[in-house]
Nanobody
Framework: QVQLVESGGGLVQAGGSLRLSCAASRHTFSMYRMGWFRQAPGKEREFVAS????????YYVDSVKGRFTISRDSAKNTVYLQMNSLKPEETAVYYC???????????WGQGTQVTVSS
């Protein structure tokens, strides 16, 4: 069983930055991609960014392009989300997730709260 542990959330003023980390408890045989999602109060969970493990291809939701950067450290089985120019409407619980084979995100972290004050 794989466990994903997020860290790095917190309170930041609008325009500020945070860096989230997500460490996988062990390397699975297959790690196709990892992603970040977020869920604001009263809203559905939404995709934020993803990165393929072998090729490092990245994908972002349009609203964060140019401000957020996803990266990975293969040696540490860790994925990061650098978030700059944060907006109050991006206050949410941020989750990381692992897709082992390209068919869907099977493993999820417990989430980390990000609060952006205006």
């Amino acid at each position: 069983q794989v466990q994903l542990v997020e860290s790095g959330g917190g309170l930041v003023q609008a325009g500020g930055s945070l860096r989230l980390s997500c460490a996988a408890s062990r390397h699975t045989f297959s790690m196709y991609r990892m992603g970040w999602f977020r869920q604001a109060p009263g809203k559905e969970r939404e995709f934020v960014a993803s990165i393929t493990w072998s090729g490092g291809r990245t994908y972002y939701v349009d609203s964060v392009k140019g401000r957020f950067t996803i990266s990975r450290d293969s040696a540490k089985n860790t994925v990061y989300l650098q978030m700059n120019s944060l907006k109050p409407e991006e206050t949410a619980v941020y989750y990381c997730a692992l897709d082992p084979s390209g068919t869907g995100y099977d493993y999820w972290g417990q989430g980390t709260q990000v609060t952006v004050s205006s």
